[in-house]
C-alpha cells in the first residue's frame, strides 16, 4: 500500500526516483499541493483537462473541494446530478463544459467507489508492476492512452510510484511528468502548441 512519507507517498521497496509537495502545473500553491496530497484530486484534473488551459483544469480539484467541502468519491457518486450540475456551473464555472465535466467526474466518482471502495490511490498502490499500472489507469472513465501514459510519467517521475518496468509506459515525447518549476512548464506548453500547430498545418495539406 502506499505510505506517507512526508508530504507525498510512495510504495514500500520501490526505488523513489523523485519526490515533491506539489506539482507545478497552476501557479497556484495550494492547488498544486492539492494535486500531490489527494490522488482523488489529481484524477479529477486529468478528467477536467481537454478543452481548456491546463492551469484551469487542473486548479479545478481545489475549487471543487472550496464548493462542496471536501473531495469525496462517495459523495460525489451520489450526489444529485443537478446539484453536482450547478457546482461545476456556478461562477466561475469550474470547465468551458462545466455540465458535461460535472457528468464525467460523477461516473469517474461512482467508478472508484465500486472498483476501489472510493480509494484513488488504489489504481497505483495495488499495481503489481508497470503493465499493470497503465493498464488500471486504461480503466478509469475518461482516461486514454495518452493520459495513462502521462500519468504513469507524473508517478514515477514526481511521486515515487515506480513498479517494475514502469519506465516503458512513459510517452517518449516530453509531459507533464517532465514539469518540475514554472519554467518547464512553459516549455511544456510551447513544445504542445507547436505539436498542435504542426498537426494543423499537416491536417491542411
Avoid: C
Wanted: hydrophobic residues 40%; proline residues 7%; glycine residues 8%.
Amino acid at each position: 500500500m502506499l505510505v506517507a512519507r512526508g508530504p507525498t507517498f510512495y510504495h514500500p521497496g520501490m526505488t523513489t526516483t523523485t519526490t515533491t509537495n506539489r506539482l507545478q502545473f497552476t501557479g497556484d500553491d495550494a492547488a498544486d499541493r492539492l494535486l500531490v496530497t489527494d490522488p482523488f484530486a489529481l484524477l479529477i484534473g486529468f478528467v477536467l483537462d481537454q478543452q481548456v488551459p491546463l492551469q484551469k483544469a487542473f486548479s479545478g480539484p481545489l475549487v471543487l473541494r472550496e464548493r462542496l467541502g471536501s473531495l469525496d468519491a462517495r459523495k460525489i457518486a451520489t450526489m444529485d446530478p443537478d446539484a453536482l450540475d450547478l457546482v461545476f456551473r456556478t461562477p466561475p464555472a469550474l470547465h468551458r463544459f462545466p455540465s458535461n465535466m460535472a457528468k464525467r467526474t460523477r461516473e469517474m466518482a461512482a467508478w472508484l467507489v465500486e472498483t476501489h471502495d472510493g480509494d484513488a490511490s488504489r489504481i497505483w498502490s495495488e499495481a503489481t508492476d508497470g503493465a499493470d499500472l497503465h493498464k488500471r489507469l486504461l480503466a478509469v472513465p475518461g482516461f486514454g492512452p495518452m493520459k495513462a501514459g502521462t500519468l504513469v510519467a507524473i508517478l514515477g517521475k514526481r511521486l515515487g510510484v515506480t513498479p517494475a518496468g514502469w519506465e516503458a509506459f512513459v510517452p517518449d515525447n516530453m509531459t507533464l511528468g517532465d514539469v518540475d518549476s514554472p519554467e518547464s512548464l512553459r516549455r511544456y506548453q510551447d513544445w504542445k502548441k507547436g505539436m498542435k500547430a504542426e498537426a494543423k498545418a499537416a491536417a491542411e495539406r
